[in-house]
Each structure stands twice: as structure tokens, then as C-alpha cells.
């Protein structure tokens, strides 16, 4: 099936909001937003890198994300970087997507991908297979170094990223945890360690590195935070 060029049309923003106090961070954590303190078209060449924004200052901060066209801004000041066209936005009225035009977004995704050099090395080839999109799961925990046990850690917010597609997840009682989009490649993860009951420590957050791990059949990741230090436990 082929589509019109004028279906590619902005679906979501990518910007900047300067955020000044916590009310203000309160306010859009209230929407749900994914916020990370560097630009989300930044390439992370090695887990902790530090980033600090020439616009910084000590009246505020800026933090990245993406928004859906008509989200309701709040009275902060903002920057709109980009304008996206995304394959959450591609939806009819009930939500349901077609098979052809899901396909026919990651034929161009992965065009748009290949021409950046951004397209993964297993992936370049004409005849390779379209990968299949996958949702991110897996567990996670802190150690007891005292006892050398595993804790799991509940109720902290696990964040998604692969480029501007942005997802999370909240883990439960056991550590676990489904995060709400699913992806064609590898994400990089972080953890905000906030929970669903709002405590939350200030600007705090941990980048991780994970391995896949393979546990009874099925794709999930596992973490160990030791002390400051997140690495797979295997």
C-alpha cells in the first residue's frame, strides 16, 4: 500500500522547558513527561557523562523532552527544538493503527536513521529483516552488603530512551518492571529515583548500562545498584 507524503506531519514537539524551583518541576511531573537533564540528540559516549547547559544558571534549569502537539503548556518558559513526526501520533480517533502504515513509519524511520548514520550496524544491510519492536522489561535491585543480599527496589520510576522516543515504567514490589513503549533497538536506560508515593530526592538520577539477561525464555534486564554504582547481575 502506498501513502501520501501528506501524511508525515508534526505529531510531537521536542523542547527544552527552564524549570526554577521544584513547584515547577512538580508541575510538569504532574503531566506524566519524561524531563532529562541533556538534549535528547546528544550521542552518550560513555555512562556517566556529565552535561551542563551554556544557559544554566543559578535562578534555574533546562530539561529536554517531547510532548504531543496539543499538549496544554503550563506558564513556564519553554523552547520548541523540533518539530517530530511519530509513530505514536499515527493513531485514528479509537487509537488503532494499521499494519501497512506501522510498516510503512519504519521503512522511514530506518531510512531517516541510515542517512544520520544513527541506524544500527546489524541493521544497515537492504535484506536484513525489519526488527521487531520489543517492550522493555527486567528488575530491579539494590545489595546488601552487610547481609549480601539482593533488595528490590519499589516503586521507583525506570526511564526509556532511544533518541526522542521516550517511555517508563514504575517498578512493583518485587523490583520489576514493564516500561509503557516498546522499541526496535537497544534503549538507553536510567533510573529517577522518585516513586508513585512522591518522595522524590531533588535531581537525582542514574544512568545505566545493562546486558540482556535470558530467564526462563523471555527478554528482561537486570540491575544491581551498589552503593553509586549500577551495573547486571547475572
Known amino acids: 500500500m502506498n501513502f501520501s507524503s501528506d501524511i508525515i506531519q508534526t505529531t510531537h514537539y521536542y523542547l527544552k522547558f527552564f524549570v526554577s524551583s521544584a513547584e515547577h518541576y512538580d ?3 504532574s503531566d506524566s513527561l519524561d524531563l532529562f537533564e541533556y538534549p535528547l540528540d546528544y550521542e552518550i559516549e560513555s555512562y556517566g557523562d556529565y552535561f551542563m547547559d551554556e544557559e544554566d544558571s543559578q535562578e534555574g534549569k533546562w530539561y529536554y523532552t517531547v510532548v504531543s502537539k496539543d499538549y496544554e503548556f503550563h506558564n513556564l518558559e519553554y523552547e520548541i ?3 517530530l513526526f511519530m509513530e505514536d501520533g499515527l493513531g485514528d480517533e479509537s487509537g488503532r493503527v494499521s499494519q501497512a502504515l506501522t510498516g510503512f513509519y519504519y521503512q522511514l524511520e530506518d531510512e531517516s536513521l541510515r542517512l544520520t548514520g544513527l541506524l544500527p550496524n546489524d541493521n544497515d544491510g537492504e535484506s536484513q529483516r525489519m526488527p521487531p519492536s520489543r ?3 527486567g528488575r ?5 552488603t552487610e547481609a549480601n543480599t539482593l533488595i528490590p527496589v519499589v516503586g521507583v520510576k525506570v526511564k526509556t530512551r532511544r533518541l526522542a522516543k521516550l517511555g517508563h515504567g514504575w517498578t512493583n514490589g518485587a523490583g520489576n518492571y514493564t516500561v509503557n513503549k516498546s522499541y526496535r533497538y537497544d534503549v538507553h536506560y536510567s533510573v ?3 516513586n508513585q508515593s512522591g518522595f522524590k ?5 542514574l544512568d545505566i548500562n545493562p546486558r540482556l539477561l535470558s530467564e526462563n525464555n523471555n527478554r528482561q534486564r537486570a540491575f544491581v545498584l551498589d552503593l553509586f554504582e549500577a551495573y547486571f547481575w547475572d
Open 27 to 29: 508541575e510538569l511531573q
Open 81 to 83: 527544538l523540533e518539530d
Open 135 to 137: 517492550t522493555p522489561t
Open 140 to 144: 530491579l535491585q539494590v545489595r546488601n
Open 192 to 194: 529517577s529515583f522518585e
Open 201 to 205: 530526592v531533588w535531581n537525582t538520577l
